[in-house]
């Protein structure tokens, strides 16, 4: 292993693309005989390689990203660092990848089994009767040797294409153009993993490539030689108009240019005699150019006429936004990351969304086309040879669920999924829907008798389906004015209008249907649930949640009868089903908790922590407990506060969860098992979590539960990981069951659940069930998903809260130009107890409607 130091003529160091482009040449240095393979590089300072190394130190030309193009020299130092990686030149047969048997340099042996000491960690049977520092040395040797493989393996493959931390995506994979400016390009994940071919209990005898398929969105780049290639032209791709429209801009689209090209990189050149400069775009401006003005040492001057004067250019759109741009960086391969609309989520699960048959298939012709003869050789190099076949590995696979509907009629979940349409299905008890109104929250033309014909129909199905609704169809209100005071005013005119017109029954529901993707989504879920007094219609000043009343969003063109009906009965009464589990005898309660962060907003902000917790053994009914949880103060002056994911108030919020299952069964036992999934904790976290969310505060939460329930509970910590690849023979099979089944979108993957603490003795089969199950009981849809249903919720609860932190930002998100990232220890925390009283304040009002499930 070697340092590899690159530096520009000013001594910067330049971007991890610019660096990978100047290893080029590094490499042709070591590339020579006997073998004529060079070293690695990991695209950040460390190289990697299976022959001994020499000090170097050189310079090299390369092209820049600066416009006009030219060339621009590096210096660089290659130093050595501990050890070089040498193959022994034994292999075994296998039939992924080939064992490998490593060297060091200064003599020091290495065995094969060595590579597994981390996938076995600190208290693994290799481990007995070392010492600590032993330990220590192993298992970072173990990673060494596993890091420098993996950089091998995807050295050649992400040298000259787009990449990230886990796939890259090279230029001859298929690409679809999903509208807006927006690419979706396929790509491939590769990661090495320890596993056995010839048994199925440790140690591993094997090494396994794993290898699938994956896609990302990228923003549109022509080609740099295109003259059209301009940000106008991008913009006028992401808002779908001609370039006259640009000049008319409203106050949506400045927030939707805002939210798709922050960060994004562009080439700036201001004249013929600009050589050009690279930078990122930090915000979007409410004026225009010709009417920003600033100050300059001959006095107040506009945009337009200032590049006029200094630089003898017209703008081309002078009534378009000013850029304001910070930092510099790479201009091609630029990932989109908002959300797909819904023509361009359909366009891109048709793209990517492939049977078994053809995905092996497919991935197989990767693994032919992109793994070539040099990268065959460097591998070999190493030791590896990737195989021409599938390893299989056998699975259990489990009987469908059984879901129960009115008069004790019970259907079994086939591929997934069921139908309420077809047979006419009614749910288990009857709910009435005897107040509600309508809001029109969309300037798309909806006449009038075209949605009294839909209310026509969805009154029938609701009745179809066991409801019980009011004879006189619901209020119509329509929106008067963009924004979220236009939302409000809406709303309260929607409930006192449904009073008055179902003789003072006070609102159940308001269903609003709006265009697809919204912005204003937001401002109707929270003004649907902050405080919204109404002294003359109510008797007390509650706000519309406090009294029952949930909102319903709707694009209108994607409804069907069926489907909003379901929402429609979820929001009055969310148990429409029971699972039937037989082989389940104890009392369980299952949780989930997760967070969410708002690292990506203007003004950094507390994450939310959400757990939900089951209310009855059926793990059906679900009620939620949201924290604010701080950030971490930097070490220095200098430095900037960030996220943390181990969750501070886990004890308390668990505890509230286990209260509310209290009350809601007096006569049953407190619950014998907690089942607790964890979601978002990445591999090197789990210890923090076990000694911050679970071991030390469940167990002291169990003390104080034996005074109030005389029964202590046995809990089950489980971290998920979704979309994973499987791993053959993991440390302890019976502890990280992988699970599978048709999901909500595309091609579902397996997901491994590594189980980090279990207190209640369970069995790899009888958690594998209870998933199986609970993953059938999604109330958001007639089908099974492929993640535990309470990790879902515990993201949506999470994604609510984070609308109330965020709801006094939404107006300022174009317009602001400070990232809010200058703040103090003191404003911090300030802003930090006004969001707790809100949080608070919040769950306190929407307490009663636990038993509803109103975030659904």
């Not at 022994?88 to 590579?115: A, F, P, Y």
């Not at 509310?660 to 049953?668: D, G, I, L, M, Y």
């Not at 939460?701 to 979704?722: H, P």
Request: hydrophobic share 35%; aromatic share 8%; charged share 25%.
């Amino acid at each position: 292993m070697a340092l590899v130091e690159i530096l520009s003529s000013k001594g910067t160091s330049p971007p991890i693309a610019m660096k990978k482009r100047i290893f080029k040449d590094i490499h042709a240095v070591y590339a020579g005989p006997p073998d004529g393979v060079g070293p690695v590089f990991d695209g950040d300072k460390t190289v990697y390689s299976h022959k001994e190394l020499t000090p170097l130190e050189g310079t090299v030309s390369v092209t820049s990203y600066k416009l006009p193009v030219e060339q621009e020299e590096f210096k660089y130092i290659v130093r050595l660092k501990l050890h070089q990686f040498i193959h022994e030149g034994t292999q075994t047969n296998c039939i992924d990848v080939h064992i490998l048997q490593l060297t060091e340099v200064e003599n020091l042996k290495w065995r094969t089994s060595d590579l597994f000491h981390n996938l076995f960690g600190p208290q693994g049977p290799s481990m007995r009767n070392k010492s600590e520092t032993e330990k220590s040395a192993l298992i970072n040797t173990s990673r060494r040797a596993m890091q420098a493989l993996n950089v091998a393996i995807r050295y050649p493959m992400t040298t000259d294409c787009p990449s990230t931390s886990r796939a890259f995506f090279p230029d001859q994979a298929p690409s679809l153009d999903i509208m807006n400016g927006v690419i979706l390009r396929r790509g491939y994940i590769t990661h090495l993993r320890a596993g056995n071919t010839t048994n199925f209990r440790p140690p591993p005898d094997n090494l396994f490539l794993a290898m699938d398929m994956t896609c990302a969105t990228f923003l549109e780049a022509p080609p740099e030689g295109n003259p059209a290639n301009t940000l106008a032209d991008l913009c006028c791709k992401i808002l779908n108009v001609n370039p006259q429209r640009l000049c008319g801009l409203q106050e949506e689209d400045y927030r939707k240019l805002h939210k798709i090209l922050r960060r994004f990189k562009i080439n700036i050149k201001r004249g013929e005699s600009d050589k050009g400069i690279t930078k990122s775009i930090d915000h979007l401006t409410l004026t225009n150019s010709r009417n920003e003005m600033f100050e300059t040492d001959e006095g107040t001057t506009s945009v337009e006429a200032f590049f006029l004067k200094t630089w003898g250019r017209r703008l081309r759109y002078p009534e378009l936004p000013n850029v304001v741009t910070i930092g510099k960086g790479k201009k091609t391969g630029q990932r989109y990351i908002l959300k797909l609309s819904g023509d361009q989520q359909s366009a891109a699960l048709r793209f990517q969304t492939v049977r078994p048959a053809g995905r092996f298939e497919q991935i197989m012709m990767a693994r032919t086309h992109v793994m070539k003869s040099a990268h065959e050789k460097l591998l070999a190099a190493y030791g590896i040879k990737i195989g021409q076949h599938f390893v299989e590995a056998q699975a259990r696979v489990l009987p469908p669920p059984v879901v129960e509907y009115h008069s004790n009629l019970r259907i079994s979940v086939s591929n997934g999924q069921w139908n309420i349409a077809k047979p006419n299905l009614q749910f288990l008890s009857a709910k009435g829907l005897k107040s509600w109104a309508v809001v029109i929250c969309t300037s798309a033309h909806l006449p009038d008798p075209a949605i009294m014909n839909f209310l026509l129909g969805l009154r029938s199905k609701l009745i179809q389906l066991g409801l019980s609704v009011a004879d006189s169809p619901p209020p119509v209100i329509r929106l008067t004015g963009p924004g979220q005071a236009a939302v409000k005013d809406a709303l309260e005119k929607a409930g006192k209008t449904a009073w008055q017109a179902f003789e003072k029954t006070p609102p159940q529901l308001f269903l609003c249907v709006t265009d697809e993707r919204s912005f204003l989504y937001n401002s109707i879920k929270v003004e649907g649930d902050i405080n919204l007094p109404h002294s003359r219609m109510y008797r007390f000043h509650q706000n519309f949640a406090s009294r029952g009343v949930t909102t319903q969003c709707m694009v209108l063109k994607h409804v069907s009868y069926p489907n909003i009906g379901h929402h429609i009965y979820n929001h009055l009464s969310p148990s429409w089903f029971v699972g039937i589990i037989e082989k389940i005898r104890k009392t369980n309660i299952s949780q989930s908790a997760d967070l969410t962060h708002n690292n990506l907003a203007l003004k950094m902000k507390p994450s939310i922590a959400a757990l939900v917790g089951s209310l009855d053994r059926t793990m059906l009914k679900y009620a939620p407990a949201v924290g604010v949880q701080p950030l971490l103060e930097p070490s220095d002056e200098d430095g900037r506060p960030r996220s943390q994911e181990p969750i501070q108030l886990f004890r308390t919020l668990l505890f509230g969860l286990l209260q509310k299952w209290a009350e809601n069964n007096p006569v049953q036992k407190y619950p014998r098992r907690m089942i607790i999934f964890r979601d978002g904790v990445s591999d090197g976290e789990f210890s923090q979590v076990l000694e911050r969310d679970a071991v030390q505060k469940l167990s002291g939460k169990a003390d104080e539960c034996k005074s109030s329930f005389k029964d202590v509970a046995g809990f089950t910590l489980s971290r998920q990981i979704r979309q994973c690849a499987s791993r053959i023979c993991p440390r302890q099979p019976n502890r990280r069951p992988i699970a599978t089944q048709a999901g909500l979108q595309g091609t579902s993957r397996p997901t491994r659940y590594v189980i980090l603490k279990d207190e209640s003795n369970s069995s790899a089969d009888q958690l594998q069930a209870i998933i199986q199950i609970i993953s059938s009981g999604f109330q958001r849809a007639t089908r099974s998903v492929g993640l535990a249903t309470p990790a879902y919720y515990a993201d949506i609860v999470a994604s609510r809260a984070k609308l109330w932190l965020n709801v006094d930002d939404d107006a300022s998100t174009v317009a602001s130009g400070s990232s809010g990232r200058d703040q103090t220890a003191e404003e911090r925390a300030h802003d930090l107890d006004v969001y707790k009283q809100r949080i608070e304040s919040m769950m306190s009002k929407l307490e009663s409607l636990d038993k509803q499930m109103w975030w659904i």
